[in-house]
């Protein structure tokens, strides 16, 4: 079985331009979560979804970061504009109630704010 | 996170020796998990832990959960240069999905 699948890997933008990450997660979970990893702050989580609607977005940094889940295999991270300091890793992960609810993460997007 | 604090924050070993990180917590665990990151890479699952005094096993990494100390440690027998990466421990302390990490404990294995 596919694990979750992120795109793209990596993105390199300039200061100001909107950045769009995209995430495919293990079929038949029902969880969604988005994190952010860094240096100086760690991994962090900004999301996370149930059965499609956002249930917690009190990581969110600001209203410059957005996320939608369309449907059950899909769900976006937008950034808009993009600074700088959005600079990080950002995962996607992806878990099922059914199997006590480990989270399985994607390899990630690294992106660099220029 | 400073509510879950891993320690050693790096540690450097000879090939064949045991080690153990610990992660502590602030607050009350519901559910511990143990992960590995290698460079430029996902976090991989190793072990999930639930109940105060739970402990498991996975080919040579042995985790344990002490409730009452709000701590757990992840223990490598017989370290191999595989083992080498970053693990992260994540709980889960309001009883909710949310998983708070610590900083991560990185591991280097000598030949």
Redesign the interface.
Known sequence: DAGVIQSPRHEVTEMGQEVTLRCKPISGHNSLFWYRQTMMRGLELLIYFNNNVPIDDSGMPEDRFSAKMPNASFSTLKIQPSEPRDSAVYFCASSSWTVQETQYFGPGTRLLVL | ?QELEQSPQSLIVQEGKNLTINCTSSKTLY?L?W?KQKY??????LM?L?KGGEEKSHEKITAKLDEKKQQSSLHITASQPSHAGIY?C?ADLQG?????????TRLTINP
Do not use: D, R, T
Not at chain 2, 40 to 45: A, N, S, T
């Open positions: 996170s559910g998990y992960y430029g890479e996902g976090l991989i699952f999930m639930q992260l994540g909710a999905q949310k998983l708070v990490f610590g900083q991560g």
